[in-house]
């Protein structure tokens, strides 16, 4: 009894102390707007590179090109509830690639969520167009959202005057990737497939799928549904070469429509054609038959296509990555450096 009184007492004197040390600690108040501006260019000037080059928002109503005013409200639905929609486009050697397709899904997941845009689909690329253009990247990422919009703390938007578009570019490089990573089977619940299948802000449980593979060493993860069934990783989907030298893509009608996978099955029937793979399908495939698999990747974006080399510690195929990956990778960067109107728009740099 004497022991836990002690550990008690030591209890109590650490709460105190923190307590005593709380009462120390000042908390400063901005005096006006130009101090506080000052502060936050203290912040961005000791920065050697600028990654977000450029800045949309409706509520600003223009483009900024000072990263110490690219913020949105508090007050935002998309902070506080949740309730906002993204997608994201590369820009790659001066060209948006594949814009109307990622646009367009915006929409479509705009719509699922209940958000109505305060522009047309015309006005948004235009939007997006110009940004990239006062950005100057010639390659990197475009990101944006719909928001339900500013206006209040309350559950439902009905009180908010009107939603809200922002848009950033990031500049990064990328490069095509030749190296294969190791994954996991994650233990994180995926998302039901009203929410998979809209682009929403809701990435909580695509967070905890990376952490928890990196936590492993691993990558990243593949989410497997109730059924057993492969579904996608945490934002990118999932494909497989089989012995039979069959391309297969998981049923997307519990994931997300990438705009990238769909692409990539528009491309990989040239090798069909080369006799260099049997068929290319989409399907159902469970767990067993999907780590059967000679050779797997992932695919989306910002990569576009990723070589995956283990998974759960165990080799895919022979453990290295597969010729026919690179192959079916080679195609989609050929898409991006070089391929039809209709997929790249030049940025009209000024």
Not at 67 to 80: E, K, N, Q, R
Not at 317 to 324: A, F, K, M, P, Q
Request: proline share 6%.
């Amino acid at each position: 009894m004497a022991a836990s009184n002690s550990s008690f007492d030591q209890t109590s004197a650490a709460v105190a102390a923190e307590a005593k040390n709380g009462e120390d600690f000042s908390v400063h108040v901005f005096s006006s707007s130009a101090e506080l501006l000052e502060k936050l260019h203290e912040k961005w000037n000791s920065v050697k590179q600028q990654p977000y080059p450029a800045m949309y928002s409706s509520v600003y109503g223009g483009i900024i090109l000072d990263p110490a005013m690219m913020v949105i409200p508090m007050d935002d639905h998309m902070v506080h509830r949740g309730h906002g929609v993204f997608d994201t486009a590369i820009i790659f050697d001066g060209y948006l690639y594949e814009l109307d397709v990622h646009i367009n899904r915006f929409l479509r997941s705009a719509s699922k969520a209940r958000i109505a845009s305060p522009f047309t689909f015309s006005e948004l690329k235009s939007i997006l167009i110009q940004l990239s253009a006062a950005s100057k990247c010639r390659k990197g990422t475009l990101r944006y959202w719909l928001s339900a919009g500013p206006g209040n703390f309350l559950l439902s938007p009905a009180k908010c005057p009107t939603s809200a578009f922002y848009a950033v570019v990031i500049d990064e490089d990328f490069t095509q990737c030749k190296e294969g990573v190791k994954v996991i089977t994650s233990a994180i619940p995926m998302k039901s497939p009203l929410f998979a299948t809209m682009k929403n802000v809701n990435y909580l449980p695509n967070v905890l799928s990376v952490m928890e593979a990196e936590d492993k060493g691993a990558f990243s993860s593949i989410w497997v549904d109730e059924k057993g069934y492969i579904a996608e990783g945490p934002n990118v989907n999932v494909a497989f070469i089989n012995s039979d030298k069959e391309l297969i893509l998981p049923s997307f009608d519990k994931i997300l429509s990438g705009c990238t996978a769909m692409r990539f099955l528009q491309l990989a029937p040239k090798l069909v054609e080369q006799g260099r793979l049997k068929c290319v399908k989409i399907t159902d495939i469970t767990v067993e038959e999907a780590k059967e698999s000679t050779e797997m990747m992932y695919v989306g974006s910002t990569l576009p296509l990723l070589p995956i080399i283990m998974w759960d510690e165990k080799p895919i195929g022979n453990g290295e990555v597969g010729e026919l990956t690179m192959a079916l990778s080679d195609l989609l960067w050929e898409d991006m450096a070089a391929g039809p109107e209709s997929q790249r728009i030049p940025v009209p740099y000024a």
